[in-house]
């Protein structure tokens, strides 16, 4: 496991799935191999620093320099961490997959991941496959 990768359970596959081999469900999306922690951890940062430096007076442009740096190391991580195929249901994460094996898996769709975990607050609709 690497300290950067997405933390959880996860396997390698070869190719995208037609269903979860541990919740036999069909919805995946894609989002980089980054630990979500890890990226809210240096936002956070960035905004408590920001902060601090509005409360003394700095003018505009030095205040948000800190979220400008976070922007960048963000984009840096973007770059280099490859995309992980994950199981909206049970997050079974799959790595090894290529950027060409998986340019037709949506992004995260939070409509789609409450529509799954929250059906009576949907009234019962599940998402289009
Ligand atoms: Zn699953």
Known sequence: MSFLGLSGDAITAESVPETCPRCQKK???????????????????????????????????????????ALIIDRIFSAQRPFALICYDCALIFRGLKWDQLKDVEDFDLEKYDRIHYPKRTNGEQPAD
């Open 27 to 69: 919805h995946f999306y894609k989002q980089h191999d980054f630990k979500r922690s890890l990226g809210v951890g240096i936002v956070g940062l960035a905004s408590l620093i920001s902060f601090v430096m509005m409360g003394q007076g700095y003018n505009w442009f030095a205040f948000m320099s800190p979220m400008l740096v």
